[in-house]
């Protein structure tokens, strides 16, 4: 359930373009006219670089951005991103986090990703390695990850991306501690409609290092934490597939159906969803267009998703209309009509190994939580 941390500025934040790398992505230097302050935790700041390169690729330019608000609101289905939109809805995640991550308030939890580390970084037979963290959010996990290969002495460099400007900059910030600047090369990118990530990735500074007999000389190591449960399986396992070279390495996490019965093991992890912090956490999106709570009344459910798996829903159903109106366009929500805000499918060990198979990912390790609620699975291509 980790996502990110909040990004408080000063005096004001300034964008200028240096120099496009491609007509899919731009080279931005983030500068505030004093410094950035950070907040890794609630009430915790801490000082912040005040310049930093960030690649923006196209899928966050701002034509982008409002053309999948427009077809969120067309569709009635949300793009994940917009929850994570503002300093407002970032800190309601933070608090929503701190309540209900195990990986926050779980031993057991923190061990299963520690065993997931220590395995991970046992593969690295290269010198060097690059850690692609994609929605790294605050950078905490991968940055335990870059410290422990870096006692390994490997050479290490990192690729913070995620879909918002706050969240790369403090997964950079957090990963200072383990790498330096000049290894680190964060990118602003939304994952669900970007189609070129394979070369986006590949960019970095650091991809193109190989011997003098061609070999490469540093491996790649591909982190995905608590993201897949957010997307439709068919929509980013071939992206996450075309990542995965010979020789790489996937490390992700996913949230599972703690139960042999999968129907009960959905049942009982609804509660995690269904509560006034994560209700308040999605509802920003709506409030901040308009609609009151008097509007409708959202609801959780289980339902059935793709590929026979399961997933919770939140959906905001209109008991009266409501007229939203961006730019020149206007979406009018009748009662009876309803948007899903959000969705989260949850998996088993067993429908994870079925379903990465289709696309030529095999899962070589995995440690799961005793509680049956979350897994960590090490995968390479098959």
């Not at 990118?187 to 990735?201: G, K």
Request: glycine fraction near 6%; proline fraction near 3%; charged fraction near 25%.
């Amino acid at each position: 359930m980790e996502r990110g941390a909040l990004l408080r500025e000063n005096q004001g934040l300034r964008w200028r373009s240096n120099a496009p790398r491609s007509e899919n992505c731009k080279l931005y230097s983030c500068q505030s006219q004093q410094e950035l302050v950070l907040l890794r935790r609630i009430g915790e700041n801490q000082r912040m670089s005040s310049a930093a390169n960030v690649v923006i690729h196209a899928s966050q330019f701002p034509e982008n951005i409002r053309r999948d608000l427009i077809k969120s609101l067309r569709t009635r289905r949300v793009n994940h991103k917009f929850h994570y939109d503002s300093v407002k809805q970032t800190q309601k995640w933070l608090a929503l986090h701190q309540a209900y991550s195990p990986t926050r308030n779980d031993a057991d939890c923190q061990a299963v990703y520690e065993q997931g580390f220590a395995a991970a970084a046992q593969q690295i037979k290269t010198k060097s390695v690059h850690v692609i963290g994609l929605g790294c959010g605050g950078g905490q996990k991968d940055t335990r990850l870059l410290k422990l290969l870096k006692a390994r002495g490997k050479e290490i460099f990192y690729t913070p991306c995620d879909v918002g400007a706050a969240m790369v900059l403090t997964a950079r910030q957090t990963a200072l501690a383990a790498l330096p600047v000049e290894n680190c090369f964060p990118i602003v990118c939304d994952l669900a409609t970007a189609d070129d990530l394979a070369s986006l990735v590949g960019s970095a500074r650091c991809a193109d290092r190989t011997s003098r007999r061609g070999v490469p000389t540093i491996s790649r190591l591909i982190t995905f934490f608590g993201m897949i449960p957010n997307f439709e399986p068919d929509q980013i396992l071939p992206k996450l597939a075309s990542l995965v070279r010979e020789g790489d390495f996937l490390l992700f996490s996913a949230n599972l159906a703690p139960s042999a019965d999968y129907a009960a093991g959905m049942k009982k992890i609804l509660p995690q969803y269904d509560n006034s912090s994560t209700r308040d956490w999605l509802m920003t999106f709506l409030h901040d267009l308009g609609v009151e709570r008097r509007d409708g009344d959202l609801r959780f459910k289980v339902e059935n998703g793709r590929f026979g798996l399961k997933r919770v829903a939140a959906r905001f159903h209109f008991r009266r209309l409501r007229r939203i109106k961006i730019e020149d366009e206007e979406f009018a929500f009748r009662r009876g009509e309803n948007i899903r805000l959000f969705f989260s499918y949850r998996y088993t060990p067993e429908r994870v190994r079925k379903i990465l198979a289709r696309y030529q990912l095999r899962v070589r390790d995995q440690w799961i939580m005793h509680s049956g609620e979350e897994g960590v699975f090490l995968v390479n291509r098959l």
